[in-house]
C-alpha cells in the first residue's frame, strides 16, 4: 500500500483565503487512492449505518506528510465527527497510509457535493440510537443527527404555481406591500439608484441589465429590489420573477448536485423574466457556485431577461470572485447606496411617523437625526419606540420623553475614533509596533493584531477597504475584507479573542461608553 513518509511544508499567511489545503500536496487523482484505502479500513472500525451516515459524505481536501484534511457539507457534521470519530479517523489514515497524520476537518458543502461518491440511502432509522459509547458524550444529538440529515435530504427545486401578480414559489421572500416606489424617501443619498430602479421597472431587460445595487445594511436595497418588483407585477402581472438570496441559490445548487438534478435546477432558474437576486458577494469562495452563476447569467441575458443584484460592496472588491463574473456584474449598471445625508434623515423620521399616525415635531425630528447617522432601519427603530412610549406613557412628544427612552443615543457623540486611534489600541493591546502592522511579516505574533485592527477600522471608521489596507502596508481590498471576515469568524468561536476585540471597542468607544 503506498506511504507519505515525506513531509510536505504548508504556507501561512493572513494575505486572502489560505491555501494551505491545496499547495504542496497530493493530485486529485492519488488523492481520491489514497482517500478510498482509508476508508476501507474504516469500514471494519465502525458500524455500517454510522460509516454510510458521515463518512460517505465526507470528501478529501488535501493530504501531505503531516495533516490530512477532509471536506464535510455542515458545521453539525463536522463537530460531530470531531466530538466522535476524530481518533478513530486518525487510527485509519495511520493504518492505510504507513504514518500518522493530524487531522484537519472543513466545512466545504460545494466539495462534498461534487467529489465525495454518491451517498447510500438510508432511512432515518438506520441512524444510530445513541450516541457513540464515549465519555462525555452529549445525550441528544443523536435525534439532532436524525433532523440534520432529513434537511440534508430534502431538497426544494420546485418552483411553485406561477400565479399572476405574485413572485414563483421558488421565491424565498415574500413581497411587503409597504415597500413601494411611493413611500421611498429619495436624497442625495440614494436619488441614482431609486431612478435606476424605476428606469428598469418600467423596461425590464432593455435600460439597465444588470442593475447591481450595493450598499451597506440597512439603507434600502430590499426596499428598492421590491418596488421594482411590485412595479413590474402592476404592469405585467404574468412577468415570471424569481426573487431570492444568494445563499438559497447556492444550497439549491448543491442540492441538484447532491441529487442529480441539474436539469430541473436549470430550467427553474434560466426560465423567468426576472431574477432578483440578493446578497450576491456570497458566491465568494464558491468556484462551482460561480461557475453555474455564469452559464444561469449569460442565458438570461442573452434571453433578454432582467437581472437584478445586490451587494454589500461593489463587484471588484467581492474576493475570489471570476473576472468574467466581475465584468459581466458591471455591463449594465453598477449603483450604491449611501449613508443618508442629515436633510434625508430628518425626512425619513417625519415620513415614518406620519405613516404611524403622528407627526414628530420639527425640533425633535432635528435632533434625532443629528443622533443616528448610520441607516435607515436605526431611524425608523427609534420612531417606532418614541411613539410606542409615548402612547403607553401617555406623554406628549418631546426632547425629554427622548431622551428618556432612548437614552442609548445620546451616549455615542464624542467624536468618531480616528485611524490612528485604532492603531495605537492595536499595538498597545498586543504589544506590537507600528511599524510591524504596516510589514509583509506573516507570523501568527503579527497576523492576528493586524487582522484585529482591519476588522476595527470598518465596525468603527467610515474608511472604504482600499484606505484601510492603505493603513496596514498597502493591503488591497480583498485582504482587508478576507481580515474582516476571519475576526468577524474567529470571535465567535474563541473566547479570548472575542474578548479582545470587545475591550477594543470599548476603549476606542471612550471611558463613558461614548
Known amino acids: 500500500m503506498p506511504t507519505l513518509d515525506s513531509a510536505i511544508p504548508l504556507p501561512s499567511g493572513d494575505e486572502g483565503p489560505t491555501r494551505a489545503a491545496s499547495a504542496g500536496v497530493l493530485g486529485a487523482a492519488e488523492l481520491a487512492t489514497h482517500w478510498e484505502h482509508i476508508l476501507e479500513v474504516l469500514r471494519g472500525s465502525i458500524r455500517r449505518e454510522q460509516f454510510e451516515t458521515w463518512f460517505r459524505r465526507a470528501a478529501p481536501v488535501a493530504l501531505d506528510g503531516a495533516r490530512l484534511t477532509i471536506a464535510v457539507h455542515n458545521a453539525f457534521a463536522r463537530e460531530w465527527l470531531l466530538d466522535y470519530y476524530k481518533d478513530e479517523l486518525a487510527a485509519a489514515a495511520e493504518r492505510a497510509l504507513g504514518s500518522a497524520r493530524t487531522i484537519e476537518i472543513v466545512v466545504d458543502p460545494e466539495r462534498v457535493a461534487s467529489v465525495a461518491p454518491a451517498r447510500v440511502e438510508l432511512p432515518v432509522a438506520a441512524l444510530p440510537a445513541t450516541a457513540p459509547a464515549r465519555a462525555g458524550a452529549a445525550p441528544g444529538l443523536a435525534d439532532a443527527a436524525r433532523a440534520d440529515l432529513g434537511r440534508i435530504e430534502t431538497p426544494r427545486t420546485d418552483l411553485g404555481r406561477d400565479e399572476p401578480g405574485r413572485l414563483l414559489g421558488g421565491s424565498d421572500v415574500t413581497l411587503n406591500p409597504y415597500n413601494r416606489f411611493d413611500n421611498f424617501v429619495v436624497g442625495p443619498c440614494n436619488r441614482f439608484a431609486h431612478a435606476a430602479c424605476v428606469g428598469v421597472a418600467e423596461q425590464p431587460g432593455k435600460t439597465y441589465n444588470p442593475l447591481f445595487i450595493h450598499g451597506s445594511s440597512g439603507l434600502g436595497k430590499t426596499h428598492l429590489m421590491q418596488s421594482l418588483c411590485h412595479s413590474v407585477l402592476a404592469r405585467e402581472p404574468r412577468t415570471r420573477i424569481l426573487y431570492l438570496s444568494c445563499e438559497t441559490f447556492v444550497n439549491h445548487f448543491i442540492s441538484a448536485l447532491e441529487h442529480g438534478n441539474l436539469t430541473k435546477f436549470r430550467d427553474k432558474y434560466r426560465n423567468v423574466g426576472l431574477l432578483v437576486v440578493d446578497d450576491i458577494h456570497l458566491l465568494a469562495n464558491k468556484e462551482k457556485t460561480q461557475e453555474e452563476f455564469f452559464h444561469t447569467f449569460n442565458t438570461l441575458y442573452n434571453a433578454g431577461a432582467q437581472i437584478v443584484l445586490s451587494s454589500d460592496s461593489p463587484p471588484v472588491e467581492i474576493p475570489t470572485l471570476q473576472e468574467r463574473l466581475v465584468s459581466r456584474f458591471s455591463w449594465g449598471l453598477v449603483t450604491q447606496l449611501e449613508t443618508p445625508c442629515y436633510e434625508t434623515?430628518?425626512?425619513?423620521?417625519?415620513?415614518?411617523?406620519?405613516?404611524?399616525?403622528?407627526?414628530?415635531?420639527?425640533?425633535?425630528?432635528?435632533?434625532?437625526?443629528?443622533?443616528?447617522?448610520?441607516?435607515?432601519?436605526?431611524?425608523?427603530?427609534?420612531?417606532?419606540?418614541?411613539?410606542?412610549?409615548?402612547?403607553?406613557?401617555?406623554?406628549?412628544?418631546?426632547?425629554?420623553?427622548?431622551?428618556?427612552?432612548?437614552?442609548?443615543?445620546?451616549?455615542?457623540?464624542?467624536?468618531?475614533?480616528?485611524?490612528?486611534?485604532?492603531?495605537?489600541?492595536?499595538?498597545?493591546?498586543?504589544?506590537?509596533?507600528?511599524?510591524?502592522?504596516?510589514?509583509?511579516?506573516?507570523?501568527?505574533?503579527?497576523?492576528?493584531?493586524?487582522?484585529?485592527?482591519?476588522?476595527?477600522?470598518?465596525?468603527?471608521?467610515?474608511?472604504?477597504?482600499?484606505e484601510i489596507g492603505?493603513?496596514?502596508?498597502?493591503?488591497?481590498?480583498?485582504?482587508?475584507?478576507?481580515?474582516?471576515?476571519?475576526?468577524?469568524?474567529?470571535?465567535?468561536?474563541?473566547?479570548?479573542?472575542?474578548?479582545?476585540?470587545?475591550?477594543?471597542l470599548l476603549e476606542l468607544a471612550g471611558p463613558d461608553g461614548s
Do not use: W
Not at 395 to 402: D, I, K, N, R
Not at 455 to 460: E, G, K, M, Q
Open 345 to 466: 434623515r430628518v425626512a425619513i423620521l417625519k415620513r415614518k411617523s406620519r405613516e404611524r399616525g403622528r407627526e414628530l415635531p420639527d425640533e425633535l425630528a432635528r435632533f434625532l437625526a443629528e443622533r443616528i447617522e448610520t441607516n435607515v432601519r436605526e431611524l425608523e427603530g427609534a420612531v417606532n419606540k418614541l411613539l410606542g412610549f409615548s402612547s403607553l406613557s401617555g406623554q406628549e412628544l418631546s426632547l425629554q420623553l427622548a431622551r428618556q427612552c432612548l437614552r442609548e443615543l445620546f451616549t455615542l457623540q464624542r467624536g468618531q475614533p480616528s485611524i490612528d486611534d485604532i492603531l495605537r489600541a492595536v499595538t498597545a493591546r498586543y504589544g506590537v509596533k507600528l511599524s510591524d502592522l504596516q510589514s509583509r511579516r506573516r507570523t501568527n505574533a503579527i497576523v492576528v493584531p493586524r487582522q484585529v485592527g482591519m476588522y476595527l477600522a470598518r465596525r468603527v471608521t467610515r474608511m472604504s477597504l482600499e
Open 470 to 504: 492603505h493603513y496596514f502596508g498597502g493591503r488591497d481590498h480583498s485582504t482587508v475584507l478576507y481580515a474582516i471576515g476571519k475576526v468577524g469568524r474567529v470571535s465567535r468561536e474563541d473566547e479570548e479573542m472575542r474578548r479582545n476585540v470587545t475591550e477594543l
